[in-house]
């Protein structure tokens, strides 16, 4: 089952912030964020592991909620590098499986 | 260390042939994903190999078939081609499962 994210697209001005939900109907294990630029293959961000771990990248930072099958990548003060859509990634909660099954997407538009 | 290879980047091909991509992942992955990118659809899910195992299968049709060599690379072949196979196909690699993954540039297949 594919995940669902929300919202489908967000325009910010540089320096706003932003959080892209991730919500799952099955049970998790892990939850993966990536980054993909027009043209160019998706790019690795974080992993978060079943346990409500929240992690950090730079200004770039997840929560995961286990009970609610849920995960919110938060950005702030955005740059325009920033610019991209945004993809969750879930295995189910039999374990480490590497069956990773991709939402559709976020937009994500940083303007100056 | 070098990344993800796939070859070849851009392909043509007729309605009923068939195609082969191939995918090198960085040196010491023994995981192998495969994934259909298409605008409508994001990325689906096709199958993911580990030491020339395929341990997970996404819901394509048996057209859709792949292997892995014992040196991790990985190829993918689509049989009897549709117009609807027209898409980008991205490999992925990762050292074990419970880790990121990283993404090769993909092969972009166009049928007509």
């Known amino acids: 089952q594919q995940p669902v994210q929300s919202p489908q697209a967000v325009i910010l001005r540089e320096g706003e912030d932003a959080v892209i939900n991730c919500s799952s109907s099955?049970?998790?294990?892990?939850v993966h964020w990536y980054r993909q630029k027009h043209g160019e293959a998706p790019v690795f961000l974080m992993i978060?592991?079943?346990?409500?771990e929240q992690k950090g990248h730079e200004k770039i930072s997840a929560s995961f909620n286990e009970k609610k099958q849920q995960s919110s990548l938060y950005l702030t003060a955005s740059q325009l590098s920033y610019s991209g859509t945004y993809f969750c990634?879930?295995?189910?909660?039999?374990?480490?499986?590497?069956?990773?099954?991709f939402g559709t997407g976020t937009l994500l538009a940083v303007q100056p | 260390k070098a990344g993800v290879t796939q070859t070849p980047r851009y392909l043509i091909k007729t309605r009923g042939q068939q195609v082969t991509l191939s995918c090198s992942p960085i040196?010491?992955?023994?995981?192998v994903s495969w994934y259909q990118q298409t605008p409508g659809q994001g990325l689906q899910f096709l199958f993911e190999?580990?030491?020339?195992?395929?341990?997970n299968k996404g819901n394509f049709p048996g057209r859709f078939s792949g292997r892995q060599f014992s040196n991790s690379r990985s190829e993918m072949n689509v049989s009897t081609l549709e117009l609807g196979d027209s898409a980008l196909y991205l490999c992925?690699?990762?050292?074990?499962?419970?880790?990121?993954?990283?993404f090769g540039s993909g092969t972009r297949l166009t049928v007509v």
């Open positions: 040196s010491g992955h023994r995981s």
């Open positions: 992925a690699s990762s050292p074990i499962a419970g880790h990121g993954y990283t």
């Open positions: 978060l592991l079943k346990g409500g």
């Open positions: 990634g879930t295995e189910g909660s039999g374990g480490a499986t590497n069956k990773l099954i």
């Open positions: 099955k049970a998790l294990y892990s």
């Open positions: 190999y580990f030491s020339e195992t395929q341990r």
